[in-house]
C-alpha cells in the first residue's frame, strides 16, 4: 500500500531481501552484508589449500562431516537432497561452498512467494523487474534522510 499510496512506511529490510522480491539477481556479496562470518567461512573452506590443507588433514581442521550448513535461523540443515548422506571432502568442498550459498539464496523462497502475492493484489507485480532494489525500497519506504531545507519550506 505504501507503493501505491506514497505514504512512506519504515520497513528496514535488508538489500538482500528488496533483491529478492524484485527478482534481482543475488551475490555473495549480499549475503554477506547480512551474515558475514558465513561467507568467511565458506571462502575459508573452498581457499583451504592456500593454508597447506590437503585430504589427509582436511578433517582435522574443518569438522563439518555432511553437505549441511546453518540456516538464517540458526539451525543445522541439510544443503542438498542428500545432504546428510553425502560426505564433505577435500575434493568436493568447492561443490559444497556452491550448494550452501545456493541454499541461502533460497532459504527464502516460499516466504518471498507469499509477499510477492500479497503485493500483486495491489500493484502490478511484474513491472517490478523494471526497478533496481534501492529505487523499490525507496518507493515503499521514502527517501532515507530528511532533506531540512524542504522540512523547513513545509512546516509551519
Known amino acids: 500500500m505504501a507503493f501505491r499510496t506514497k505514504k512512506p512506511l519504515a520497513l528496514p529490510l535488508s538489500a ?5 522480491l524484485i527478482r534481482e539477481p543475488v551475490t555473495v556479496n549480499d549475503i554477506e552484508e547480512n551474515d558475514s562470518l558465513f561467507v568467511q567461512s565458506l571462502l575459508g573452506i573452498k581457499n583451504i589449500h592456500t593454508s597447506g590443507v ?13 553437505f549441511e ?7 543445522s540443515v541439510p544443503i542438498s537432497q542428500d545432504g546428510l548422506l553425502k560426505r564433505m571432502t577435500f575434493a568436493n568442498r568447492q561443490e559444497y561452498v556452491e550448494q550452501a550459498i545456493n541454499f541461502r539464496v533460497h532459504e527464502m523462497d516460499l516466504q518471498i512467494s507469499a509477499v510477492r502475492e500479497g503485493m500483486s493484489w495491489i500493484i502490478p507485480v511484474p513491472l517490478l523487474t523494471l526497478l533496481t532494489a534501492s529505487h523499490f525500497e525507496q518507493l515503499v519506504c521514502g527517501l532515507p ?3 531540512i531545507s524542504l522540512l523547513k519550506r513545509i512546516t509551519r
Request: proline content about 4%; glycine content about 4%; cysteine-free.
Open 54 to 66: 590437503n585430504e589427509a588433514n582436511f578433517h582435522d581442521v574443518i569438522p563439518l562431516e555432511y
Open 69 to 75: 550448513s546453518t540456516s538464517w535461523s540458526g539451525e
Open 145 to 147: 534522510q530528511i532533506s
Open 16 to 20: 538482500f531481501v528488496w533483491k529478492l
